[in-house]
């Protein structure tokens, strides 16, 4: 495997690789700025080259084989297949799936997994299921079932790595192991609690407020009674959030601490006196994921706090997981939990669950150093004269992101930035940038992405309507000497001064 700390794959010919290089990575290499056009618009010389891709967008290979091996067994003519960690989520994929008029049939199959098949026609809808609730076969566990790995690992091993983790994360957050909740991914545990929240308070809309991460945004608007979408920019919103609480009952307060990408974070001091003066039963529910829970305590605001375990926890790349830890001080603490202790429908396969725990024994280590290496390179690129902005939550995460940052708390390991000229000098800079470039963050070593055009690429004039520019860069930064990671920027700028 790549050391990808001191040995990026940056060039051309990494188009394509996981990112770390092997089975389990999570990212997939995108090393051009046409790569990022060409995945975005299906272009098959730059698809056709992928090895991998992260596992709700693309299925890595261990996981398609899967599917296939699924659709000799269950599929008849004209039908395809998609594989879920039980028959729970795949009767919750028919449910969606059906409501495009498509039909499908669910079946239990081997190591406690579901398959469901549908007409080929619903595959897109399918897939999109997949994406959107995050509900998904991982690729230790996809390889163990179609044999391409010896397995090393026991579920009794998993068990026990599993309680570890869950004593972990209460440790940190200052809750019990009974209050933390894993799953197979971020999105997972986003889609546990909106499930939650809308069967605790039927008939009721939730409300996302700053511009979050894209898919926990659609998750609201897809499911449920839909979603009130407030993007803060603008300082009447808090008025008019005030107006909303007024009118409407919700079933629960969405945002992210910082945001992505802006790394933005809502006046959470006062967003806790409007809710006290107007809808003080509706609950709040944070996203760590970027400041973490090293930095942050969301729990001084959030009935939930939500976290995708891939990034920063893990480190690594190599795992897919997340969390749902809820706060003992809630009014609903009881509720939430005993709703969750019956309806989480998920755990993480015994591979993963051993794979996070080692994973993130330095956790906080790392998330320290990780958040020295993001402000130390944005405040270098902030006095570049060929930087037009810089987004990092030390400064955009204001009094907000200030109200729950631990003492000494660092602000994570993301920032963006825009170029002067951008729509030239970005394409040239993000080529010559000699770090690892694909999706994801939080990784030990530095990733860095075009974010809105991954992101929104079918929507980058909505996205620039929220603040959020075509041609922003976004980096996350790693583990690697921090003067020489400096001088990799460097170089990348003098490509496009010289």
């Known amino acids: 495997m790549s050391d990808l700390i001191h040995h990026p794959l940056w060039q051309e010919d990494s188009l394509g690789s ?19 056009i060409g995945y975005e618009e299906k272009d098959p010389d730059v698809v056709s080259k992928f090895r991998s891709g992260y596992p709700r967008f693309c299925c890595p290979p261990a996981v398609a084989a899967l599917f296939e091996t699924a659709e000799k067994e269950f599929a008849q003519e004209g039908e395809r297949c998609l594989v879920f960690p039980n028959l729970r989520h795949a009767e919750r994929c028919r449910e969606f799936i059906g409501r495009t008029a498509f039909s499908g049939r669910c079946t239990s199959w081997v190591n406690g997994l579901a398959v469901i098949a549908f007409p080929a026609e619903a595959y897109s809808e399918a897939r999109r299921y997949w994406r959107f609730c995050g509900e998904v076969v991982s690729t230790r566990q996809a390889c163990e079932v179609i044999g391409s790995t010896s397995a090393s690992t026991t579920q009794a091993d998993g068990v026990a790595a599993s309680l570890r983790l869950r004593e972990r ?39 996302q407020l700053d511009f979050p991460y894209v898919d926990v945004l659609k998750l609201q608007q897809l499911f449920g009674e839909g979603a009130h979408f407030l993007p803060l920019i603008r300082e009447e919103e808090y008025d008019e959030l005030r107006a909303l609480l007024v009118r409407e009952p919700l ?8 945001s992505n990408p802006l790394l933005r974070c809502i006046d959470l001091e006062r967003l806790l006196q409007i809710r006290s003066e107007t809808q003080p039963e509706v ?94 390179l944005a405040d270098y690129l902030h006095a570049h004269p060929a930087v037009e902005k810089i987004w990092h939550a030390k400064v955009q995460g ?45 990784t030990n070593f530095t990733l860095v992405c075009p974010y809105t055009l991954l992101a ?20 996350s930064a790693g583990l ?10 460097e170089s990348a700028l003098l490509a496009i001064t010289e």
């Open 283 to 376: 609950p709040i529910i944070i996203d760590d994921t970027i400041s973490t829970v090293a930095h942050a305590n969301a729990m001084r605001v959030a009935d939930i706090v939500t976290t995708s375990l891939t990034k920063t926890f893990s480190g690594a790349g190599d795992v897919l997981a997340g969390s749902v830890i809820l706060n003992r001080q809630s009014p609903h603490h009881q509720a939430f939990q005993a709703f969750l202790a019956v309806n989480a429908d998920n755990e993480l396969w015994h591979g993963d669950a051993v794979a996070l725990e080692i994973n993130s024994r330095d956790f906080a280590e790392r998330a320290d150093k990780m958040s020295q290496n993001a402000l130390a």
């Open 169 to 207: 994360l209460a440790a940190l957050s200052g809750q019990q192991p009974e209050d933390v909740f894993l799953f197979p991914s971020g999105m997972a545990a986003n889609f546990a609690v909106h499930r939650m929240l809308t069967a605790l308070f039927p008939g009721r809309k939730t409300a």
């Open 480 to 489: 690697e000497d921090t003067a020489d990671l400096i001088q990799r920027f």
């Open 251 to 258: 079933a629960g307060l969405f945002c992210e601490a910082p």
């Open 18 to 36: 996981p990112l770390p290089d092997h089975e389990y990575g999570v990212s997939v290499s995108l090393p051009l700025w046409r790569h990022v």
């Open 456 to 475: 929104h690429y079918e929507e980058l004039e909505w996205a620039a309507s929220c603040g959020v520019p075509s041609h922003l860069i976004r980096v």
């Open 398 to 442: 204001g009094q907000g992101y200030e109200f729950i940052r631990r003492e000494n708390g660092g602000y994570g390991c993301l920032f963006s930035f825009l170029l002067k000229d951008a729509k030239n000098t970005s394409p040239r800079f993000y080529d010559a940038l000699q770090v690892c470039k694909g999706p994801s963050l939080g």
